[in-house]
Nanobody, 123 residues
Framework: VQLQASGGGLVQAGGSLRLSCAAF????????MGWYRQAPGKERELVAS????????KYADSVKGRFTISRDNAKNTVYLQMNSLKPEDTAVYYC?????????????????WGQGTLVTVSS
Protein backbone atom coordinates (compact mmCIF):
# COMPACT_ATOMS: atom_id res chain seq x y z
CA VAL A 1 0.00 0.00 0.00
CA GLN A 2 1.25 3.47 -0.87
CA LEU A 3 -0.17 6.93 -0.30
CA GLN A 4 0.38 9.66 -2.88
CA ALA A 5 -0.21 13.26 -1.88
CA SER A 6 -0.55 16.21 -4.21
CA GLY A 7 -1.79 19.78 -4.37
CA GLY A 8 0.85 21.70 -2.48
CA GLY A 9 2.47 24.82 -3.83
CA LEU A 10 3.08 28.51 -3.39
CA VAL A 11 0.14 30.80 -2.70
CA GLN A 12 -0.32 34.32 -1.44
CA ALA A 13 -1.87 35.00 1.94
CA GLY A 14 -5.64 34.84 1.70
CA GLY A 15 -5.51 32.31 -1.11
CA SER A 16 -6.65 28.71 -1.28
CA LEU A 17 -5.21 25.29 -2.00
CA ARG A 18 -6.69 21.83 -2.11
CA LEU A 19 -4.58 18.88 -1.06
CA SER A 20 -5.37 15.34 -2.14
CA CYS A 21 -4.03 12.02 -0.94
CA ALA A 22 -4.87 8.73 -2.61
CA ALA A 23 -4.06 5.22 -1.44
CA PHE A 24 -3.04 2.50 -3.87
CA UNK A 25 -2.50 -1.20 -3.37
CA UNK A 26 -4.27 -4.22 -1.96
CA UNK A 27 -6.76 -2.36 0.20
CA UNK A 28 -9.68 -4.06 1.90
CA UNK A 29 -11.01 -0.95 3.62
CA UNK A 30 -9.93 2.43 4.94
CA UNK A 31 -10.68 3.81 8.36
CA UNK A 32 -9.53 7.04 10.00
CA MET A 33 -7.79 9.51 7.70
CA GLY A 34 -6.19 12.86 8.29
CA TRP A 35 -3.54 15.44 7.72
CA TYR A 36 -0.56 16.50 9.80
CA ARG A 37 1.85 19.31 9.10
CA GLN A 38 5.37 20.16 10.14
CA ALA A 39 6.82 23.64 9.88
CA PRO A 40 10.57 24.26 9.96
CA GLY A 41 11.90 23.91 13.49
CA LYS A 42 8.56 22.77 14.86
CA GLU A 43 7.04 19.45 15.80
CA ARG A 44 4.55 17.68 13.58
CA GLU A 45 0.99 18.63 14.50
CA LEU A 46 -2.42 17.23 13.65
CA VAL A 47 -4.31 19.54 11.30
CA ALA A 48 -7.51 17.59 10.68
CA SER A 49 -8.94 14.09 10.88
CA UNK A 50 -12.04 12.31 9.62
CA UNK A 51 -13.62 9.01 10.54
CA UNK A 52 -14.69 6.29 8.12
CA UNK A 53 -18.23 7.52 7.53
CA UNK A 54 -17.12 11.12 7.24
CA UNK A 55 -19.69 12.13 9.82
CA UNK A 56 -17.15 13.23 12.41
CA UNK A 57 -14.23 15.56 11.80
CA LYS A 58 -11.70 17.24 14.05
CA TYR A 59 -9.55 20.29 13.45
CA ALA A 60 -6.66 22.04 15.09
CA ASP A 61 -7.84 25.30 16.65
CA SER A 62 -5.53 27.23 14.34
CA VAL A 63 -7.35 26.05 11.19
CA LYS A 64 -10.97 25.85 12.34
CA GLY A 65 -13.28 27.73 10.01
CA ARG A 66 -10.64 27.89 7.28
CA PHE A 67 -9.82 24.25 6.44
CA THR A 68 -12.21 21.46 5.52
CA ILE A 69 -11.34 17.78 5.43
CA SER A 70 -13.35 15.34 3.34
CA ARG A 71 -12.99 11.87 1.90
CA ASP A 72 -14.10 9.67 -0.98
CA ASN A 73 -14.10 6.07 0.21
CA ALA A 74 -14.70 4.70 -3.29
CA LYS A 75 -11.46 6.33 -4.39
CA ASN A 76 -9.54 5.73 -1.13
CA THR A 77 -8.80 9.44 -1.11
CA VAL A 78 -8.74 12.17 1.51
CA TYR A 79 -8.84 15.89 0.76
CA LEU A 80 -7.95 19.05 2.61
CA GLN A 81 -9.49 22.28 1.33
CA MET A 82 -7.50 25.18 2.72
CA ASN A 83 -8.96 28.67 2.48
CA SER A 84 -7.84 32.04 3.83
CA LEU A 85 -4.32 30.77 4.04
CA LYS A 86 -1.85 32.54 6.32
CA PRO A 87 1.96 32.61 6.29
CA GLU A 88 1.91 30.53 9.48
CA ASP A 89 0.25 27.72 7.51
CA THR A 90 3.53 27.23 5.66
CA ALA A 91 4.65 23.66 6.29
CA VAL A 92 5.05 20.22 4.79
CA TYR A 93 1.67 18.52 4.94
CA TYR A 94 1.47 14.77 5.45
CA CYS A 95 -1.58 12.62 4.95
CA UNK A 96 -2.20 9.44 6.87
CA UNK A 97 -4.68 6.60 6.63
CA UNK A 98 -5.59 3.65 8.74
CA UNK A 99 -5.90 0.84 6.19
CA UNK A 100 -7.00 -2.76 6.41
CA UNK A 101 -5.34 -5.12 3.95
CA UNK A 102 -5.01 -8.84 3.45
CA UNK A 103 -1.56 -10.07 4.42
CA UNK A 104 -0.43 -13.66 4.75
CA UNK A 105 -3.99 -14.91 4.73
CA UNK A 106 -5.29 -12.62 7.43
CA UNK A 107 -6.63 -9.11 7.76
CA UNK A 108 -4.25 -6.54 9.22
CA UNK A 109 -4.84 -2.87 9.98
CA UNK A 110 -1.90 -0.51 9.78
CA UNK A 111 -1.16 3.20 9.56
CA UNK A 112 0.27 4.56 6.31
CA TRP A 113 1.77 7.96 5.55
CA GLY A 114 2.11 9.99 2.40
CA GLN A 115 5.40 11.48 1.26
CA GLY A 116 4.53 15.03 2.25
CA THR A 117 3.61 18.00 0.10
CA LEU A 118 4.99 21.49 0.69
CA VAL A 119 2.63 24.41 1.19
CA THR A 120 4.20 27.86 1.17
CA VAL A 121 2.12 30.92 1.94
CA SER A 122 3.70 34.27 1.14
CA SER A 123 2.75 37.47 2.93
Amino acid sequence: VQLQASGGGLVQAGGSLRLSCAAFGSIVSTHDMGWYRQAPGKERELVASIITSGSNTKYADSVKGRFTISRDNAKNTVYLQMNSLKPEDTAVYYCYMEIMRLAWGRLVTEDYWGQGTLVTVSS
